[in-house]
């Protein structure tokens, strides 16, 4: 089964940066792709970003520029490195991860396998 632990999450101003990492179980395949959604109080869940096991990356259209996905397959690892934050990237982030599919799906949160927890990222004005 594969398990998915989100962390680095916290507290900053707009304009810094901020670091995500997601771990995944040992048994997760290595041809997996790995994800980021996030929610907001109130709002649907929302692609923030996908890299697949080739390092392919994808991103929302809110974030591109300013958010980087990496991805370590030996360690079984993702980082997103969040810059430039603004008020509006405040929510919740889960890390995902699914089979490889048609990347049409990736934007919908029904088209992923597992998920982490979630950690809270807050960006205060």
């Known amino acids: 089964q594969v398990q998915l632990v989100e962390s680095g999450g916290g507290l900053v101003q707009a304009g810094d940066s901020l670091r995500l990492s997601c771990a995944a179980s040992?048994?997760?395949?290595?041809?997996?792709?790995m994800g980021w959604f996030r929610q907001a109080p109130g709002k649907e869940r929302e692609f923030v970003g996908a890299?697949?096991?080739?390092?392919?990356?994808y991103y929302g259209d809110s974030v591109k520029a300013r958010f980087t996905l990496a991805r370590d397959n030996a360690k079984k690892t993702m980082d997103l490195q969040m810059d430039a934050l603004k008020p509006e990237d405040t929510g919740i982030y889960y890390c995902?991860?699914?089979?490889?599919?048609?990347?049409?799906?990736?934007?919908?949160?029904?088209?992923?396998?597992?998920w982490g927890q979630g950690t809270q990222v807050t960006v205060s004005s």
């Open positions: 040992a048994q997760t395949p290595g041809t997996y792709t």
């Open positions: 995902t991860t699914r089979r490889p599919r048609n990347a049409n799906s990736l934007f919908d949160p029904s088209e992923w396998d597992d």
């Open positions: 890299i697949t096991s080739r390092l392919y990356t």
